[in-house]
C-alpha cells in the first residue's frame, strides 16, 4: 500500500461484521487494522445485518479520535443501495424509499460534519468524500428521479474537504474513479512514489488514457470522455478492458 510506504496508519472499516467476506477481502490489502459492525455497540435496528449511515458514521467519528496519525481511514457505507430504506430519518410521508435513504444519507454525513468540525481532529485532516458506482437504475429510481438514463452509469459525488477551505467546484471531465488513488496520492504529495495505477491524478495537467473516460459495467462499455454516456464499439478498448478486469477476478 503506497501510503505505508510514507508512514501513514492505514484503517478501512465495513458496514458488516469484520469477519465476513467483504472484511476478508480487504485484510489481502495490508490495512493495518479493519473495523465492522462488531466494534459498536447497540447497532440500530435495521432490515439488513449491517451498519446503517447513521452508525456507520458514528462508528467513524469514534475511530478517528482514538487511531493513531498520520492515517489514512476509508470507510464504506451501504444505506443508499438499491433495495433498502432508511431505518429511521424519514423524507415527507415516508412512503418512498428513495427519498428516504438519500435524504438520510445526507443528514448522517452533515451531522457528522458538525461533529467533525467541532473536533480538534479537523485541524490537520482531509475528507474525500465519493462512491464506487452510480444508483441503478431500477422503476423506482427512475420514477422518483425522473431520470431518462436505462444506464447503470451516472455523475457520481466527489468531495473534497478541509475544515476552512475557500468552495470551488473541478470539473472532472467524463474521468471516473480509476483517478481517485491517484488523485489522493497526488493531495498528500507523494506523486513521486511508483505504482501501477493506469490513471493519474484529476489534477493533472497531462494527457489522461482512454480507460479514463471508459465505464465497464458487467458486459456493458460505455466511453464517457464527452460527458455523455455513448457505448464502446472498439473492441481493442474492449479486449484491454476485460484483460485488466481478469486481473482484479
Given amino acids: ?3 505505508k510506504r510514507i508512514g501513514y496508519n492505514t484503517y478501512f472499516q465495513s458496514s458488516n461484521n469484520s469477519n465476513e467476506n467483504l472484511s476478508l477481502m480487504l485484510k489481502t490489502l495490508g490495512f493495518d487494522q479493519l473495523f465492522g459492525s462488531n466494534d459498536l455497540d447497540n447497532m440500530e435496528k435495521w432490515s439488513v445485518n449491517e451498519l446503517s449511515d447513521k452508525d456507520s458514521y458514528r462508528l467513524l467519528f469514534k475511530k478517528i479520535n482514538t487511531i493513531k496519525e498520520p492515517f489514512f481511514y476509508g470507510v464504506y457505507t451501504v444505506g443508499t443501495h438499491v433495495g433498502l430504506d432508511s431505518p429511521d430519518h424519514k423524507y415527507g410521508n415516508g412512503k ?14 452533515g451531522e457528522f460534519i458538525k461533529k467533525f468540525n467541532e473536533s480538534t481532529i479537523s485541524d490537520n485532516t482531509t475528507l474525500i468524500f465519493t462512491t464506487d458506482h452510480a444508483s441503478y437504475p431500477d422503476k423506482g429510481f427512475i420514477s422518483t428521479f425522473k431520470t431518462q438514463s436505462s444506464y447503470f452509469s451516472d455523475r457520481i459525488p466527489l468531495i473534497i474537504y478541509t475544515k476552512g477551505m475557500t468552495p470551488s467546484i473541478f470539473n472532472a471531465h467524463g474521468l471516473n474513479s480509476l483517478t481517485l488513488a491517484p488523485t489522493i496520492l497526488d493531495i498528500v504529495g507523494t506523486t513521486d512514489v511508483k505504482n501501477h495505477f493506469i490513471e493519474t491524478s484529476l489534477f493533472d495537467s497531462g494527457e489522461h488514457t482512454i480507460f479514463g473516460c471508459t465505464t465497464a459495467i458487467g458486459d456493458q462499455y460505455l466511453n464517457t470522455c464527452s460527458e455523455h454516456l455513448i457505448p464502446v464499439d472498439d473492441n481493442k478498448i474492449i479486449s484491454e478492458i476485460k484483460k485488466l478486469q481478469s486481473l482484479g477476478g
Wanted: no cysteine; hydrophobic share 40%.
Fill in 1 to 3: 500500500m503506497q501510503l
Fill in 96 to 109: 418512498n424509499p428513495y427519498l428516504n435513504k438519500f435524504s438520510n444519507m445526507d443528514l448522517q454525513f
